[in-house]
């Protein structure tokens, strides 16, 4: 299992992009996906968070508004629609995903799944004023 990232790139400041990133392999269940930021000489930030099957979201203050997270729960998938871009919100993005992934017990022979969190390789955002 593992996270595959898109939609990174350049744009001018008030411009928009969408990120995507779809988790391939088998899953049982998805219990929480993110995405991260970090620049350069900072700390990696949470940027946005969505939960229960993507009933409840949640936003860093300096995103509120202007970001928005979904997911695609057919596709493992999830979105971060940016826009209003602003030159501090240059960074490189990651996905942050923790999902039960499946697997054959043999020794009570059945399946069952175990916790497992993932990191994307990141996506690099580039806004210019």
């Known amino acids: 299992v593992r996270l595959v990232e898109s939609g990174g790139g350049q744009v001018q400041a008030g411009g928009s992009l969408r990120l995507s990133c779809a988790v391939s392999?088998?899953?049982?269940?998805?219990?929480?996906m993110r995405w991260y930021r970090q620049a350069p000489g900072k700390q990696r930030e949470l940027v946005a968070a969505?939960?229960?099957?993507?009933?409840?979201?949640n936003y860093a203050g300096s995103v509120r508004g202007r970001f928005t997270i979904s997911m695609d729960s057919f596709k493992n998938t999830v979105y971060l629609q940016m826009n209003g871009l602003k030159p501090e919100d240059s960074a490189r993005y990651y996905c942050?995903?923790?999902?039960?992934?499946?697997?054959?017990?043999?020794?009570?022979?059945?399946?069952?799944?175990?916790?497992?969190?993932?990191w994307g390789q990141g996506t690099l955002v580039t806004v210019s004023s």
């Open positions: 969505i939960v229960d099957n993507g009933r409840n979201t």
């Open positions: 392999g088998s899953v049982s269940s998805i219990d929480a």
């Open positions: 942050n995903v923790d999902l039960e992934e499946p697997f054959y017990d043999t020794a009570l022979e059945t399946w069952t799944s175990s916790p497992l969190e993932l």
